[in-house]
């Protein structure tokens, strides 16, 4: 079977790390194939390298090298680098960059340097991290750079920052205006991320931030239409327990577009090519969509087998939607 997934980073790379998990309990499913769209809107030049916070979320928690209680960054991590940035008063010294991490942003730049495109390096970091032996494809929203900026008003006055300045050195604490995807305009869906909706058994929208990292994927060009068209059932999870966010900001992003900050509105930002919903159990009496079947369970991924199963129900969940019922189309057949 194939699944593609759009994520971001923490939220969703635990997700898809308990999906493979499920996939290969399951017989039946092993053999199946997972490509991850990754949002590329967080990605940062610092110091001259290209940091790319999602896609290396998902590489380290995918590849058993993530910080677990960070859930981003590598785990057994040093920070002497940049001890030395800061001693010869480099900026910024907000965002916490260890040694190990280092070598993934410095081979990344060489190799974007060289002329690579970020899908190739992309390719060459999960290479080291396993994920083909996993069956695992990551592939970057989009090959050419946007960032999601934030405009914003405070002492300084109303202008725009980086959404890593806002997320980590305000921790979305100062309201933000507007979102702007910069470089958006310019920019085309990387190769095979069209395909992979198209072609996909089961489409899958793990508990990623709506706003800016769900939302800044659907913003490439041609990726929404393809959900829109896609055979596939298209099954999401709401990043939302009872309107608070489980993890991060999304409560300060919806309100920054005027969404509801409630699995409902969450929903509503994809009803048109949502087929199913897992919402929180407290919230499933009262999430009604127009199209999509909502069904509660559990949310919380306290654990790997508490997210293994929460992975596994929205899988069931698309199964069941699937039209025909479970008989698989690709020929990935199992
Ligand atoms: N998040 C923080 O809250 N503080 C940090 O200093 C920080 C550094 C960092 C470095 C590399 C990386 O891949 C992620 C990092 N993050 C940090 C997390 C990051 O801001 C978020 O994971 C995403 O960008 C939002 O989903």
Redesign the pocket.
């Given at each position: 079977m194939r699944i593609t997934a759009l994520s971001?980073?923490?939220g969703g790379a635990r997700f898809l790390r308990a999906l493979r998990t499920h996939l290969d309990r399951t017989p039946a499913l092993a053999g199946s194939e997972l490509t991850i769209i990754g949002n590329t809107g967080?990605d940062i030049t610092l110091f001259g390298l290209r940091?790319c916070?999602?896609l290396?979320?998902l590489l380290y928690t995918l590849g058993g090298g993530v910080h677990e209680g960070q859930g981003?960054?590598r785990e057994e991590e040093s920070h002497r680098v940049q001890a030395e940035l800061a001693a010869y008063g480099a900026v910024p010294q907000w965002?916490?960059?260890g040694d190990l991490?280092l070598g993934t942003h410095i081979v990344r730049s060489q190799w974007l340097g060289q002329g690579h495109s970020l899908t190739e390096v992309t390719a060459r970091l999960a290479e080291r991290w396993g994920l083909p032996e996993q069956r695992v494809t990551l592939l970057p929203m989009s090959d050419s750079p946007v960032e999601t900026h934030v405009v914003l008003e405070d002492a300084e006055g109303r202008r725009a920052v980086h959404f890593?300045e806002w997320?980590?050195r305000l921790q979305a604490a100062v309201p933000a205006q507007r979102f702007q995807a910069v470089g958006m305009d310019r920019a085309t869906p990387a190769p095979g991320v069209l395909d992979a909706i198209r072609t996909a058994d089961v489409v899958l929208l793990p508990p990623s931030?709506p706003v800016v990292?769900i939302g800044i994927i659907l913003g490439v060009p041609g990726v929404r239409d393809a959900l829109r068209g896609s055979a596939a059932p298209v099954v999401g999870v709401s990043p939302l327990i009872g309107g608070i966010p489980v993890r991060?900001h999304a409560d300060a992003c919806l309100a920054a577009i005027g969404v509801e900050s409630t699995a409902a509105g969450v929903a509503g930002l994809y009803e048109d090519f949502l087929d199913g919903w897992l919402v929180s159990e407290q919230d499933a009496a009262s999430v009604r969509l127009p199209r999509a079947r909502v069904e509660g369970r559990p949310l919380l991924m306290t654990d790997r087998d508490a997210a293994a199963r929460l992975a596994g129900a929205a899988l069931e969940l698309a199964l069941e939607l699937r039209p025909g019922g479970v008989e698989l189309r690709s020929a990935g057949r199992d």
């Open positions: 971001g980073g923490v967080d940091v916070p999602d290396d979320t981003w960054g965002f916490a960059l991490d890593q997320w980590v931030n990292s991060g």
